[in-house]
């Protein structure tokens, strides 16, 4: 049996070890059914069980009032950037604040549908900067304002919420989902991918507003109308079950491990090990502003090119993998997620700490 790695990946992303021995304990047989969840039909009461459990435990973790609505659909978070813009463009007018990549795509794809307005772009700064206040242009009377609350690649995350203007806000939160406690009031729609701090891909996690799920346009696909899958429970066709079930044991987890303001206090824990090592060093460089650093996604860089693919081959020989920066940004990114252990981390800052000295 070999031993498993150091995975800083972005996502999918490494999952607890409890969470893949439960699921390994319950593969042939859950729960005495004589049978596989997924191999389960969706309709049965064993696997509505599974499915009422995951969105009771979500509720629970995330004190999500009896006003919100969770949907659990096929698509990931991609899936949503138009079924937000189709949903919730009532007037047709929306303003969405480009703070790296994935915000970049979601008011690409919105703008295909009505009037977007970008509120900010940090292109200028390379994405290393969450804005202020003061720096957002937000009209008056849009549908909804959009923001991405970790941008994963470039490694931000926002630490406050905006004021919108009275619009209701919508927030991608991918990469930092049930990694410290929110506010779920602050927000109309929160909206997640589950391959990273919540279990594995084919899963979008939709949080959103009773008031905001309005009767659909006549011509949108099916499976973007929020009101049909709020109205069949996210059933309206077979949904991603197994998925579904991960997040129930990933969630679980969480819960078990002490919930979100333990998930915080260790993420912190995390974070600052890194971050600390990487701010004393005159050998990387981390340029993410401070302020506006994420405690998900660490992306920094060697002196050159040549010593990042160098860091980059020597670290999968020392046992860790999926550290090379996104094509975006090059250098080194370390995704340390509510599942990466204090240890994992640990053990990259002993490695870059080898490195350097190597290096230097
Ligand atoms: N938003 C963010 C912040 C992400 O990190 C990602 C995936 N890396 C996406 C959206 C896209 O998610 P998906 O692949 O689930 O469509």
């Known amino acids: ?21 439960t699921a390994q304990e319950q593969m042939l047989n859950y729960k005495g059914s004589g049978m596989s969840v997924m191999e389960m039909s969706h309709r049965s009461s064993t696997y509505q069980e599974i499915f009422d459990e995951t969105k009771a435990t979500l509720k629970r973790l995330l004190k999500i009032p009896d006003n919100y609505k969770i949907l659990l659909l096929h698509g990931g978070a991609t899936q949503q950037f138009s079924a937000i813009a189709l949903n919730l463009m009532q007037t047709g007018k929306a303003d969405y604040i480009v703070t790296g990549s994935f915000s970049g795509k979601a008011a690409k794809e919105a703008a295909k549908f009505g009037d977007v307005h970008i509120a900010y772009d940090g292109k200028a700064n390379n994405y290393t900067h969450i804005p202020t206040q003061d720096e957002l242009d937000i009209r008056e009377g849009v549908d909804y304002v959009h923001l991405c609350e970790n941008n994963t690649i470039y490694g931000t995350e926002w630490n406050y919420v905006p004021d919108t203007k009275g ?51 006549a011509n949108i696909p099916v499976l973007a109308e929020y009101d049909t899958m709020a109205a069949k429970d996210s059933m309206y066709n077979t949904p991603p079950a197994y998925a579904i079930y991960m997040a129930g044991l990933v969630a679980k987890w969480v819960e078990d491990q002490g919930g979100l303001e333990e998930m915080a206090r260790r993420n912190e824990k995390k974070a600052k090990l890194l971050q600390d090592y990487l701010d004393q060093s005159d050998f990387y460089n981390y340029p993410t502003e401070v302020g506006s650093r994420s405690r998900m996604n660490v992306a920094f860089t060697t002196p050159s090119k040549e010593l990042d693919a160098k860091f980059v081959k020597e670290s999968i020989a020392a046992g860790m993998t999926n550290l090379k920066g996104h094509r975006l940004v090059g250098g080194i990114r370390a995704s340390i997620y509510n599942a990466m252990t204090y240890e994992g981390v640990e053990y990259l800052v002993n490695f870059m700490k080898k490195f350097e000295e190597e290096n230097k």
């Open 1 to 21: 049996d070999q031993k498993r790695v150091y995975n800083f990946a972005a996502g999918p992303s490494t999952l607890p070890l409890e969470v893949l021995k």
């Open 167 to 217: 619009a209701p806000l919508v927030a991608d939160m991918s990469s930092d989902i049930l990694s410290r406690p929110i506010d779920v009031s602050q927000y109309g729609v929160i909206y997640a991918g589950a391959q990273k701090n919540m279990g594995i891909a084919g899963l979008g996690v939709v949080i959103i507003r009773e008031d905001l799920i309005k009767p659909h346009k």
